[in-house]
């Protein structure tokens, strides 16, 4: 059964980074692509960045230039690092990984951790 345990959330105060981390219980190459979606209270979860196995990166516009997503394929981890955080940023940020298949995807997803932004 696929794991993916995120940590590296916390509380920080506007302007400032936290580094998210992603470990798969899998080969990270098992996957296809991996990325991070976070949810605000009351809000839908949304789509933060991805990378492939190519190292295709891709980002949502209201985090392009502040967040960047990269591989740590020896330690099967993905990393999120946010700079220049704000407020709007604050949500539990979920770690996502997608197995291409025939017959359709196969989606995983962790638990969560939570950043809070203090403006």
């Known amino acids: 059964q696929v794991q993916l345990v995120e940590s590296g959330g916390g509380s920080v105060q506007a302007g400032g980074s936290l580094r998210l981390s992603c470990a798969t219980s899998?080969?990270?190459?098992?996957?296809?692509?991996m990325g991070w979606y976070r949810q605000a209270p009351g809000k839908q979860r949304e789509l933060v960045a991805t990378?492939?196995?190519?190292?295709?990166?891709s980002y949502a516009d209201s985090v392009k230039g502040r967040f960047t997503i990269s591989r740590d394929n020896a330690k099967n981890t993905v990393l999120l690092q946010m700079d220049s955080l704000k407020f709007e940023d604050t949500a539990i940020y979920y770690c996502?990984?997608?197995?291409?298949?025939?017959?359709?995807?196969?989606?995983?997803w962790g638990r969560g951790t939570q950043v809070t932004v203090s403006s």
């Open positions: 996502n990984a997608a197995e291409y298949r025939a017959w359709g995807p196969s989606l995983y």
């Open positions: 899998e080969s990270i190459f098992r996957f296809n692509a």
């Open positions: 990378i492939t196995n190519g190292d295709i990166t």
